[in-house]
């Protein structure tokens, strides 16, 4: 098998027959072997039934695939569909995103033009159901809407701490097995939780960090469809302290251990620095939620050290007050 499209979803019966709808059309144009994984990340609602429906019918026939992740977290599903996968390339698609009617044979072209290329990524444009706030296209990568032009460029070339979006990235099998961690410090988005954003760019430093190169191909193109609620400043408060919380782990996995400690003070003080920056730059503007979203950005990423190491230490009492009553519980019997 050249690809697998492997769509990664929690919830997603009532979207998911939209992106079968676009992958089905594809069927019979691409000259390419591919077929479809499906990874349920232990939904609750009818995801199960909507793809085993679709696998019934004779076009999706063999090639649609259903797997079950119990383990809660986008990087737990992302890494059962690698592991199911048939396809020497991984397209991962969500279950909002909607490929264009040449996606696929796009995936597997590239893939042929550029063999050191060990993961790309799309052109993904917002499919918004409300008007998006003033200024939005300067946070709008964060919610995986990514134009970066028309042109084919190396993200490690360009910028060394850029990555594409995980939706509608393609990475070799071959590479994420064998220098992506089976074990994630990021699970990723847990249900509606948001609180442990940047599995993706875990995923795409450790690629980076073996060498192999990362590319933006504009040639794949996806609509990525942003419900109402995504523009809530509830939703976007909450995800932007998410991506910062998490930016210790994504920026840490650069460096040897013994790097680290200058590392987060040299983080530290420059997150700091942006900051006060960002707030006296725009303190006439602070209502606008655009400028809330990069304060709070900025504003947990100076913590991210502090939420780790906390989280850490309450991990290691646990597991010593767990050891304790087991003591206990073996000398009283």
Same mark, same amino acid.
């Given at each position: ?156 070339? /360009? ?87 998490? #930016? ?11 790097? #680290? ?55 290691? /009492? ?16």
């Amino acid at each position: 098998m050249d690809v697998t499209v492997v769509i990664c979803t929690y919830n997603g019966a009532s979207c998911l027959s939209n992106v079968f709808e676009r992958l089905a059309s594809q069927m019979f144009t691409t000259l390419v072997s591919w077929d479809i994984t499906v990874v349920d990340n232990n939904s609750r609602d009818q995801t199960a039934q909507v793809v085993q429906g679709y696998q019934d019918l004779p076009i999706f026939l063999d090639r649609l695939h259903y797997e079950y992740e119990p383990k809660q977290g986008l990087a737990f599903a992302r890494r059962r569909g690698v592991r199911a996968a048939k396809g020497k390339l991984l397209a991962f698609l969500d279950d909002d995103n909607l490929p264009s009617s040449s996606w696929v044979q796009a995936v597997y072209d590239f893939g042929q033009q550029h063999p050191g290329a060990g993961a790309y990524g799309s052109q993904i444009v917002g499919a918004y159901e409300v008007e998006p706030p003033q200024d939005f296209e300067r946070i709008a990568c964060f919610l995986a809407v990514i134009d970066r032009g028309h042109q084919p460029f190396r993200y490690d070339l /360009l910028d060394r701490w850029l990555f594409p979006a995980g939706a509608g990235l393609v990475v070799r099998k071959q590479v994420w097995l064998e220098h992506v961690s089976e074990k994630p410090r990021l699970s990723g988005v847990l249900a509606e939780k948001l609180t442990s954003k940047g599995e993706d760019i875990e995923a795409l430093s450790y690629i980076r960090k073996a060498g192999w190169q990362i590319w933006h191909n504009p040639d794949m193109q996806i609509e990525h469809v942003i419900g109402r609620e995504r523009m809530a400043s509830g939703y976007l408060l909450t995800l932007f302290q998410g991506v910062g919380l998490s #930016r210790y782990h994504t920026r840490m996995v650069r460096f040897c251990p013994w790097q #680290r400690p200058f590392a987060i003070a040299a983080y530290g003080v420059n997150d700091l620095r942006r900051w006060l920056l960002h707030y006296t730059t725009h303190y006439s503007k602070k209502s606008s939620i655009v400028v809330q979203c990069e304060l709070t950005l900025l504003y947990y990423s100076l913590l991210s050290p502090i939420y780790i190491f906390s989280q850490t230490l309450v991990k290691i /009492l646990a597991n010593q007050c767990d050891s304790i009553f087991k003591i206990m519980r073996i000398d009283s019997s």
